[in-house]
């Protein structure tokens, strides 16, 4: 048993088919998934729509939602039914629709027993002139509802600019949407319950994908927090060090750039870890771009050598 919390548990992930996906998840990051459709790769999760599969070790093989149920010891025995958090990738060679994600209580009560969702998402890069939605322009909820109604889509959204290395935070209520062009790295707590209140009028396999108005104008939070508390520029954050990029209440995530040499001490129940750029070792493995694991509770002193740049995570 002491032996597996000595051993860093590398991912194979699951990629998803999006309408608005492309093909820079393979061609940049080099999952072997045709199509190029491709909008997310779930790098750390072991929910049932993309349960990723251990790469090597003694667990080779095995679903992480099979080692979450086998060896909760590696997750620090943890409390929780599932694995409470998930990270992805997300390519998003259009826009993708505008969404909101209930809190726990409302999802509890309306999505038979849920979990609520918030999101932190962190830009590895996006083209000149690149914007998401994060925030909405009305002063009350009868506004809100009004411009919905109406279809006061340009008036009710707002778009803002980002660019890479920005650190946004969707809270549970915050309208949002990751704009065209946008490549970034989505921490999240583990639950899919998103609520759709706009798709530009698009239509996947001919028809329009469903909306949830009524469910939508219930949850997003009247007036939105102001937008520059929702997006900051985090990419001069000093290297060889984790740096936190938030810390609330179901995850911590953090920022890492090594250059050369680094080491630190895995304390947390777990450690999510996910490089997203460059390549190096950790404690002697060779890790590159793309690359998710897991540093298991108990694991000890990790160093990292190389020139990379990696997100990690934990609760
Ligand atoms: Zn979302």
Sequence with gaps: MNQLKKEILFLDPVCTHNIWGGSRLREEFGYPE????IGECWGISAHPKGDGTVRCGVLAGKKLSEVWEGHRELFGNLPCEQLPIMAKLIDARQDLSIQVHPGDAYA??????SLGKTESWYVIDAPEGATLVVGHNA???????????EGRWEELIRRVPVKRGDFIQIDPGTVHAIGAGILL????????????????????????????IDKSIDVIT??????????????DQPANQLNVLYR?????????????????EQEYPFLF??????EGTI?????????????????GGVAVRGELEAVAATV
Excluded: W
Aim: charged share 25%; hydrophobic share 30%.
């Design 185 to 212: 790295m989505e921490m999240q707590q583990s639950s899919d319950i998103t609520y759709r209140v706009y798709d530009y009028d698009r239509l996947s396999d001919g028809k329009p994908r469903e909306l949830h």
């Design 108 to 113: 509890a009560a309306h999505e038979n027993g």
């Design 283 to 299: 404690n002697g493995q060779p890790v590159k771009k793309g690359d998710h694991m897991i540093l298991p509770c108990g694991y």
């Design 248 to 264: 609330g209440a179901y995850y911590t995530m953090f920022q890492l750039k090594v250059q050369g040499e680094t080491e630190f």
């Design 273 to 278: 870890f996910s490089v997203i750029a460059g």
């Design 222 to 235: 009247v007036p939105a927090k102001p937008e520059e508390e929702s997006v900051r520029s985090v990419k």
């Design 34 to 37: 045709a199509g190029d459709d």
């Design 139 to 149: 002063g009350t909820r009868e506004e809100l509802a009004a411009m919905i109604h």
